[in-house]
């Protein structure tokens, strides 16, 4: 008898049945209000009616028509749509399956261009799990250690992470650029540095949004130097900050984008995106994959658009994330740290929530935010944590959650911090 390899660990016990909106059922027909959004890629909930309508009619039309065989008109039509909301001068784009696969495909596409070898990342960056991925991810040990040696030509450089240093944001922002230069003038030269690669809101790195001097700071680095800016925006796009993509907020002005999670509700579809001058730079033929582009994932990613633009998801994810950071500062003001450990800070943007645990002394406090954790799972409220200690509980709802579902969300919250917290 096979058994499942403990190497996976499990956030919750959840065996879940079926889910439906913002709600998991598991087997015994409890409701779970799911603010994990299965690591935030079920942006229209679970199995929103019109995606899996989309699904179900590929599915027994074409399901795998694999496309540097022959072209599929999901895959046209996708491209034409995402054509419509991609960053200006992004017209240029190709698809793989999961968002490590796309960042490997904008390594492999910013090296061709620039015929450089070399990548800047940002501390705290989570970039993915296939070794190149793995090379550029700084967000905790797990994701590197033990199956080395990564991959070479990655230089680090801070991240604007004020409540790390415990400076304010603007003077994040100056180390951090600074340092920045001192890299470049140190480590990886300009002429060996091909991209800088970062995310609009360190996501596993424990929900720390970057800033509009940080990113205009990356554009004009990159513009004096001829080096690429990619933004990954794999957690943060298709909406999920409350602007579609979450270097908007910062006014970043990427050379590639890489997408992935939210853009297909749960059906595995990612994408690079570039100007075609870019990547007309890349070989023919050194891209590509078996699944890259699968029909059904197509399908689904155009009712995802559909469903986004129709609902207007982008603004609700503003309007409840605003009342989600409000509702986790209020708790955060009654479990400040003191005699004992507490709740240090409450950041994020739009529907991408973190509150950060920490000790009595300050430092993070991983121990207590998965007890909270637990505590809100209990109380059916699921719930994922992160940063390099998993000392952040971060809430990543579904784009369609309501008023009052982010009402119920956060009295379920303030009752698993009320348990765990003296
Ligand atoms: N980049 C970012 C910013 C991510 O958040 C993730 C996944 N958490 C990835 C890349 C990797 O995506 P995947 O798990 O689909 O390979």
Redesign the pocket.
Known sequence: MATLSPVLKQATPVLAARGEGVYVYDEAGRAHLDFTAG??VTSTGHCHPRVVEAAQRQVATLVHGQYTTVMHRPLLTLTERLGEVLPAGLDSLFYVN??????EAAMRLARQATGRPNIVVFQG??????IG?ASLTTSASKYRSGFGPLMPGVAIAPFPDAFHYGWDEETATRFALRELDQVLATVSAPADTAAFFV?PVL??GGYVPANTTFLRGLRERADRHGILLVL?????GFGRTGMFWGHEHFAGRPDIV?T??GLASGFPL?AIAAPTALMEKAWPGSQGGTYGGNAVACAAAIATLDVIQDEKLVENAAERGKELLAGLREVAARHAPGSGPGIGDVRGLGLMAGSEFVTAEGEPDGATASRVQAAASRRGLLLLTCGAQGQVVRMIPPLVVTADQVREGLGLWAEAVAETLP
């Open positions: 690591i935030g999961s968002g490590s696969e796309a960042v960056s989570f970039h993915g799990r296939t991925a995310e996501g596993e990954d925006e794999v957690q943060t890489v992935a999670k990612s």
